[in-house]
């Protein structure tokens, strides 16, 4: 079986709905080109924006990655499984990842879309 996620969940409470995020910063700029550096802020924006509604990292329940390239997310899968401990912690939500041709952000090599729900 496959590690670094869960394959299902069953939460109820209040539902937060972050739209995809891309590895920039606030300022929409992106400080590397690196796969699992854009990771790195991509989690980062995600937290922000949970932490704005109340919610924690632990809070994640679905995570969909949407890659533009498998290949250099598996050759880089080490330094993505640390900036995720990193970030996230010891937490595995649900998560689908999906290589796309590409994304609207042309220096954008992931997107990530979370759902988090804080329990009743």
Known sequence: MPSGYSQGI????????????????????????????????ALKNTVSILSEAGAKPEHIVR???????????LSQLK???????????????????VEISKLLEKRAKLEIETTAVIPE
């Open 10 to 41: 069953a939460v109820r409470g209040t539902q937060i709905f972050v739209a995809g995020q891309i590895g920039w910063t606030s300022e929409g700029f992106f400080e590397s080109d690196e796969f699992w550096q854009q990771t790195r802020q």
């Open 79 to 97: 330094q993505v499984g640390e900036v995720y401990r990193e970030i996230i912690g010891v937490h595995f939500p649900v998560m689908t990842i």
């Open 63 to 73: 995570m969909t990655w949407y890659i533009t390239d498998c290949q250099e997310y």
